[in-house]
């Protein structure tokens, strides 16, 4: 046979044991020690974002400084370096093969000069006659290029055979 099993749930409770009540005690203290550094990580990170933020604003404004103004010899600096890109930038192949491949024969170029400062050409040329001058002038003028082809002298050479006419054409180019 099967003992009996008698079971009393209204009897006296055991006491935890000392160890158990000290290491409750010691898990408490490490707790609320936790919870302190973490309130102080916390306070710690805060104040490491305030600095952050203040170095942020302080960079930004030494980005953002007011430059002083130019010395003359940085002026004249930055205007020789400004002349020299505007030579630099001159569409010379397309300026030369439009000037050059004019489609009649009756016209020779004697010099071409710049203003880079003004996107001009000064071209100087001789033409068979004044006929084949204003050909040439409509001619650039018709220029995809070139704008504002304008007549500044002309000279009829009587002295010379054929009396050619000797004249002088500013023109404007357009800028890329």
């Known amino acids: 046979m099967i003992p009996r099993l008698d079971l009393d749930f209204s ?4 006491t935890p044991p000392a160890g158990g009540i000290i290491l ?3 898990a ?4 609320l020690a936790s919870g302190a550094r973490l309130w102080h990580a916390h306070a710690e990170n805060d ?9 942020r604003q302080q960079t930004m404004a ?3 400084v007011v430059k002083a103004p130019l010395t003359p010899a940085a002026r004249l600096a930055e205007k020789q370096s400004q002349s020299v890109l ?5 569409p010379w192949q397309d300026l030369f093969s439009i000037v050059e491949d004019y489609p009649d024969h009756d016209v020779a170029l004697i010099g071409i000069d710049q203003n880079p400062a003004q996107s001009q050409i000064r071209i100087t040329a001789e033409a068979k006659n004044f006929d084949a ?27 010379v055979p054929g009396k050619p006419v000797r004249f002088q054409i500013t ?3 357009r800028k890329s």
Do not use: F, P
């Open 47 to 55: 104040r490491a974002q305030a600095q952050l933020e203040a170095v």
């Open 11 to 14: 009897g006296r409770r055991a």
């Open 62 to 64: 030494s980005r953002h």
């Open 28 to 31: 408490a203290v490490l707790l």
């Open 86 to 90: 505007r030579e630099l930038t001159v």
């Open 171 to 173: 023109a404007v180019w």
């Open 133 to 159: 001058m204003i050909a040439y002038l409509k001619y650039l003028q018709s220029s995809v290029l070139l704008r504002e082809a304008v007549l500044n002298d002309h000279l009829i050479e009587t002295n």
């Open 24 to 26: 409750l005690c010691v």
